[in-house]
């Protein structure tokens, strides 16, 4: 089972993830907890790269390639290998970020966007993808008070966001069958809830796979 997070900066990815790899701990299933950028050694300096404050001036069509490199190294080392182990792969991000945020926002590349997209997923596509929606102003509220040393990308203006929030809605209008949307604006643990409910299915011991 391959379940990625996905949304804007400021989400609650980061929290619904720990809470949701503690469910999986109880109900006894061995689970690979890993992210986007960085989920590897070769990742997380490509990460580096990516959001330090001294790289504004990198070029769309490098960021694309470094996100990719990173996906590549991320998806042959340790997403492939934990499914064909049995595992489940929990993800915060995947190919889905680089369709909204290296293409949408930029309405450019959409072609090699796709082609890269599938050269280094190596087939590895998520079967369920969680889109934590909340506005762009409340995101950017909450990153801000969390951490007051922001990113590169949490450098953007409001309107940047605003953007990605409707690019990922309408990439879950497409790819309804994939796609849950969940309110992030919800308490944490009514989103957590809700997570549960999406996934209790898939769940071996689960109430609803009962005759
Ligand atoms: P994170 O803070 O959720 O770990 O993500 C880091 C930033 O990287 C976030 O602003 C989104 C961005 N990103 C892309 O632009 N393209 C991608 O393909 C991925 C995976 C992340």
New binding site residues.
Partial sequence: MFITFEGI?GCG?STQISWFEATLRENGIPSVVT????GTKIGQAIRDI??SLDNTCMVPLAELFL?AADRAQHVSEVIKPALEAGKWVIC????D??TV??GVVLGRHEKLIEQLNRETTLGCKPDVTLLLDCPAEVGLERRTKRDKRRDR??RKTLDFHIKIRYGYLALANKYKDRFRIIDSTLPEDQVARKIREVISPYLPESDLNQP
């Avoid at 992210?35 to 960085?38: I, K, T, W």
């Avoid at 915060?92 to 190919?95: A, K, S």
């Fill in positions: 900066d990815k992210r986007e950028p960085g990516l959001l996100y915060d991000r995947y190919f970020a680089t945020y290296q990308f949490e």
